[in-house]
Every structure is written in structure tokens, then in C-alpha cells.
């Protein structure tokens, strides 16, 4: 017991210090405003001939969702690169390391304010902007609405861990932020060359690829099949395996950075 | 500086600003579009439709507004017109099409179908009235007349197309502002003295 409360501040110390850091006034507040205004005015419950109201449910969350989840990965890119980037390059991270703490714990207090925080704030006015605008459709489609979040912060959660693997790297704020943006960009980008390549051909396996990392797309594949991947079109079930998948993935590339943070950093 | 001040002054301003985003949004105005006003004539015990049906949803709501000559009901029906007939037709007794629009046969229909109204109102003389969905739904507006006296009425609908319910998120900025207010005051207060004992 003594010993949990001995370890338990310093985490609380770094972790305290780290939110600071990440959220200074004004900018929590800033991207509040902007998750709050995104959340609502690029909400859709655009319907067509024969859409039922669970394929309402899933394009309501999709639209609810789309600007606020581009400002999410702004602020972890932010955090991640920006903020554990620069304590990197200037060496701030040496002061934690001198904490009676293990460095994976101080890892996970600097993640804890990087990613959680922001996620719960994310997560909290999109889930209060779902019970405002549509509490019915919420409460009678809760397996659609958490299978479209978890699909979406897969992928985010997956750009979030090679971005963490490139700062611990590169060890510079800057340059990571920058590599962040171009990762975000470049995936864009081999996702429309592997659609076209879906449409092309008719083919479902380059969207399969892409939908390993981005699960987004076998849901979406699954209430709207396109007819970009052919005749594709998962059943829930593949849809739970692709979620799965994606964070089994994210989880594999935090490990990663785990184990080289604490046994092959070097300052 | 306590961090507990710090802690609950930044959950106030955080909520403010929420709070200020809700504002904004329901400061955009709703797009209406209206139709042409119909005026017709209901004898006791009869009912009728209002035409086409809507498809309506938390975005698109309907507005009434309806001038009657004496007490009227008026239903909003998650069905729409076609349906309904073909129920009426099948199911009046022994054929008597002249029973198909009786307000009995209105009551049949909702005795068979629950949870199907989704806004029932009497109404006299002048009235307007608003709905706008939690859900996606189909909706058709049907006008009864329960009473002994032959009613005339004149009805105006209306589409409602909102980026957002402006009610809700307005009420909830007059909630979430004043209480975000409240809880960064303190914070705001040590901020202001400790920038004053620096100077």
C-alpha cells in the first residue's frame, strides 16, 4: 500500500505537469469550441428510398463525427509530436527520468494526457451531441453507434502509434509533427490509389487492405456497399474481426514503442 | 495556485466554451419551406388526410398552422397515406365504403397500430404548432372531427430544415455557460492576482 502511494505521485506529478503542458489556455478550450461546433453542424441524417433506421444511425454517427475526429488527430498529432517530441529534443524528459519511476509509467502519464484526455473530451460531447439530437435512434442503435466509433478511433488511435514510434525516433518535435502530416496524407493517398484499384478491377482486396487499418471502410462497406470492392459486403461479424484487428495492430505499435522508450532510448 | 482551482476553473471554461459553441449554432437560422394553404370541410365524425406524406428527422421538423371553425383533432401518423387507405379499405365491414372515413374507423386503425401518433392536439380557433422528431420517421397529418357540428378549417404546413434543434442547444448554452461561469471564477480570480502580485 505505502509503496502504491509512493509511485503514485510522482505518476500523478509527471501526469499533472504533462496536462499542462498539452493543454494550455487557451487551447483546450479552443479545440472544445471546435469539437462542439463540428459536432453539429456537419451532423447529416441525409436519407434515401428504402434506408433503414440503422443505416440512419451509422450516417448520422459517420457525419456527426467527420470534422470533430480531423480535429482529434490534429490535437494527438500535437501532443505526441509537439509536446513528448520537444521534451525529447530538449531534454525535459531527463527531469522525469529522474522521478522513482519506472519509464514506462512516465510513458504512460505523457500518453494518458496525449491521447485519453483528449479522446474523452471527444468522446464526451459526441456521446452528450447524440443523446441531444437524436436520443431515440441512440438508444434503439447502440451496437451500430459503438461499432462506427470504434471503427474511426482505430484508425486514428493507428496514425497516434506510428506517430509515437517516428517522435521517439527522430527525437524532434518539429520534424515528427511534420512526418505526422505527411503519414496523414500519404495513407489518403494509398487509400484512393488502392479504390481506384478496387473499381478498376472489381476486385474487394484493396479495400480489404486498406480496411485492416482503417476498419471504417468494412462498415461502411457493410451498410453501404459501393460496388467500388465488387460485390463486397462484410457481415457484421467480419466487421467485429476487422475492428478487432485494428486495434490488435494499434496495440502491437504501442508495445513497440513501449519497449523501445524504455530499453533502447538513449538521450 | 491549488490544482483543485485549477483542475474545476478549466472544467468551467471548457464548458463555456461549449456552452458559447451551442449558442452560435442555434443562432443559424431554419430554412423553411411552405406550401400552399388548403381549406376544407369536415362533417361530424369524418376524418381526413392532409396530403402527401413527410419524412421527417431530428433536421426536419414540420410546423402547423391551422384555423378552425370549432374543436378539431389532429393527429401526426408515423405511416403515410397510402398505407393507411389500404388498411381503411380492407379492413371496413362488409364493404360499406361510406363508413371508410369515419372517425370509428380512424380509432380501428390506431387500436391495430400502437405507438404510431407521434402528436395528438385539439385545437379551436387559431393554432400553430411545431414538431420536429427524435428519430427518422415518416409522418402524414390527419384531421379529425369527433364532434356534432360540421367544422370548417384552413391548414398551412410548413418544413422546418435546421442545422440543429436551436431550442435544445439553446437552452443548453443557458445552462452549460452560467454553470462554466460559476466554476472558473475562482480560477479566474487567482489568475487576475497572481498577473497583479507579478506586476
Known amino acids: 500500500m505505502e509503496k502504491t502511494e509512493h509511485k503514485g505521485k510522482p505518476f500523478l506529478e509527471i501526469f499533472a505537469s504533462t496536462l499542462q503542458e498539452d493543454y494550455r489556455f487557451p487551447i483546450l478550450e479552443l479545440f472544445t469550441f471546435l469539437y462542439t461546433l463540428g459536432t453539429f453542424i456537419f451532423v447529416s441524417f441525409q436519407t434515401y428510398g428504402g434506408v433503414t433506421n440503422e443505416q440512419v444511425a451509422y450516417t448520422m454517427v459517420t457525419s456527426l463525427m467527420g470534422f470533430p475526429i480531423f480535429i482529434f488527430i490534429i490535437l494527438i498529432f500535437k501532443n505526441i509530436a509537439y509536446g513528448l517530441g520537444n521534451d525529447l529534443e530538449k531534454g525535459t524528459i531527463q527531469t522525469f527520468f529522474s522521478y522513482p519511476l519506472k519509464r514506462r509509467s512516465i510513458l504512460t502519464a505523457k500518453l494518458l494526457s496525449a491521447i485519453v484526455v483528449a479522446l474523452l473530451i471527444f468522446l464526451g460531447i459526441q456521446i452528450s451531441a447524440l443523446y441531444l439530437l437524436a436520443p431515440d435512434i441512440i438508444s434503439n442503435y447502440i451496437g451500430t453507434v459503438l461499432l462506427t466509433y470504434s471503427a474511426n478511433i482505430g484508425y486514428s488511435l493507428f496514425l497516434a502509434a506510428v506517430l509515437l514510434l517516428m517522435t521517439l525516433k527522430v527525437k524532434r518535435g518539429g520534424l515528427a509533427l511534420v512526418f505526422g502530416i505527411i503519414l496523414y496524407f500519404a495513407i489518403g493517398v494509398v487509400n484512393g490509389i488502392l479504390t481506384v484499384i478496387a473499381f478498376v478491377t472489381g476486385s474487394a482486396w484493396p479495400i480489404q487492405i486498406i480496411a485492416v487499418i482503417n476498419p471504417a471502410l468494412a462498415l461502411q462497406q457493410h451498410y453501404f456497399s459501393t460496388g467500388l470492392a465488387g460485390s463486397w459486403t462484410p457481415s457484421f461479424n467480419e466487421v467485429l474481426w476487422y475492428v478487432g484487428g485494428a486495434f490488435a495492430l494499434v496495440a502491437v505499435m504501442f508495445s513497440i514503442s513501449y519497449v523501445y522508450f524504455c530499453r533502447r532510448l538513449s538521450l | ?199
Open chain 2, 1 to 199: 495556485m491549488s490544482r483543485w482551482t485549477v483542475l474545476v476553473g478549466r472544467i468551467g471554461t471548457v464548458l463555456m466554451s461549449v456552452g458559447l459553441a451551442l449558442l452560435l449554432i442555434s443562432l443559424i437560422p431554419a430554412r423553411e419551406q411552405t406550401y400552399s394553404a388548403y381549406g376544407s370541410t369536415l362533417q361530424p365524425s369524418r376524418f381526413f388526410f392532409s396530403g402527401p406524406s413527410f419524412m421527417l428527422n431530428p433536421q426536419r421538423g414540420i410546423r402547423v398552422a391551422v384555423n378552425s371553425s370549432d374543436e378539431l383533432t389532429i393527429y401526426l401518423v408515423q405511416s403515410n397515406y397510402s398505407y393507411i387507405s389500404n388498411w381503411l379499405y380492407n379492413n371496413t365491414p362488409a364493404g360499406d365504403y361510406s363508413r371508410m372515413w369515419k372517425t370509428s374507423m380512424l380509432e380501428a386503425f390506431f387500436g391495430n397500430h400502437s405507438d404510431i401518433i407521434s402528436y395528438l392536439r385539439n385545437i379551436t380557433g387559431e393554432v400553430e404548432f411545431e414538431y420536429i422528431p427524435t428519430m427518422v420517421e415518416q409522418a402524414v397529418l390527419v384531421f379529425a372531427n369527433y364532434g356534432n357540428a360540421t367544422v370548417t378549417y384552413r391548414s398551412q404546413i410548413s418544413m422546418i430544415n435546421l442545422v440543429a434543434p436551436s431550442r435544445k442547444m439553446l437552452m443548453t448554452a443557458e445552462i452549460v455557460i452560467p454553470i462554466g461561469l460559476v466554476l472558473s471564477a475562482p480560477w479566474f480570480i487567482s489568475f487576475w492576482k497572481e498577473k497583479q502580485e507579478k506586476r
